[in-house]
């Protein structure tokens, strides 16, 4: 009888950790999720104007100033 009882018990606990390491990953995979979604629509944010790199291809010495006033007329 006693060694029934403890059967019990270690069902029960292993119940517990099954379902505690369930709520575990699913709450990693949330996280992760989250993180992906944030990132991706980070890189959109991110996304620099045609003006923007117009300015930095000038900086660079890439282009003229000639060039990039033509180009800068084209882009406004």
């Not at 069902?11 to 990953?25: E, P, Q, S, T």
């Not at 991706?40 to 620099?48: I, V």
């Amino acid at each position: 009888m006693l060694f029934g009882m403890m059967d019990g018990y270690s069902n029960g606990y292993g119940m517990w950790i099954i379902g505690l390491i369930f709520w575990i990953l699913v709450i990693i995979g949330i996280v992760l999720l989250i993180k992906y979604l944030w990132e991706s629509g980070g890189a959109r944010r991110e996304q620099e104007s045609a003006l923007e790199i117009l300015k930095k291809r000038y900086a660079r010495g890439e282009i003229s100033k000639e060039e990039f006033e033509e180009k800068k007329k084209d882009l406004l």
